[in-house]
T-cell receptor, first 111, second 114 residues
């Protein structure tokens, strides 16, 4: 069953702690993306990777970090430097310029 | 720069009546355009896409959209709404400076009443 998995579905953390969100795909897609979604807003791009061992900052990369050591995996770390980390985080993948396929999302709450 | 504007933040319809979700885009070139749907606390699912082939694009679940270059519009329609259509809908344009990137509208929440 091909697709994108994100875990966990819900995540709670205390302020000041780093947290890593998982994203795995078995679609054999080269490109992967992380988005943040806040109520009443569209999706905003955090980071993206077009190939293993390479990634680029999106529009709101401050306070986040990523790695792309394997084609299937693109974990996102929300660091303590992110001033407003509570949000819904979505991972996506694509083949080049084709449409993007999205995972089910992780809702992060930081208190 | 490319951009997309969804003209309504909320749309309410009765079950069985037509649906119209409006989207205007801004682009110097012929863009690639998409409509995605998101049910509560879920990821996004592609409904349909326009990539410079036929201007009337048919998607899943009975939805379709028409690309009108003269009006810079890409409105989403469905002849008869179903309760299961209640969701958030996003109009999306590809970023021509980097076609791996997508630019999202702010979304339209569709409510369907029985």
């Amino acid at each position: 069953d091909g697709g994108i998995t994100q875990s966990p579905k819900y995540l709670f953390r205390k302020e000041g702690q780093n947290v890593t969100l998982s994203c795995e795909q078995n679609l054999n897609h080269d490109a992967m993306y992380w988005y943040r979604q806040d109520p009443g807003q569209g999706l905003r791009l955090i980071y993206y990777s077009q190939i293993v061992n390479d990634f680029q900052k999106g529009d709101i990369a401050e306070g986040y970090s990523v790695s792309r050591e394997k084609k299937e995996s693109f974990p996102l770390t929300v660091t303590s430097a992110q001033k407003n980390p509570t949000a819904f985080y979505l991972c996506a993948s694509s083949i080049g310029t084709a449409e993007q396929y999205f995972g089910p999302g992780t809702r992060l709450t930081v208190t | 720069a490319q951009s997309v504007t969804q003209l309504d933040s909320h749309v309410s319809v009765s079950e069985g009546t037509p649906v119209l979700l409006r989207c205007n885009y801004s682009s110097s070139y012929s863009p690639s355009l998409f409509w995605y749907v998101q049910h509560p606390n879920k990821g996004l699912q592609l409904l349909l896409k326009y990539t410079s082939a036929a201007t009337l694009v048919k998607g899943i679940n009975g939805f379709e959209a028409e690309f009108k270059k003269s009006e810079t519009s890409f409105h989403l329609t469905k002849p008869s709404a179903h309760m299961s259509d209640a969701a958030e809908y996003f109009c999306v344009v590809s970023d021509l400076s980097n076609t791996d990137k997508l630019i999202f509208g702010t979304g339209t929440r569709l409510q369907v009443f029985p």
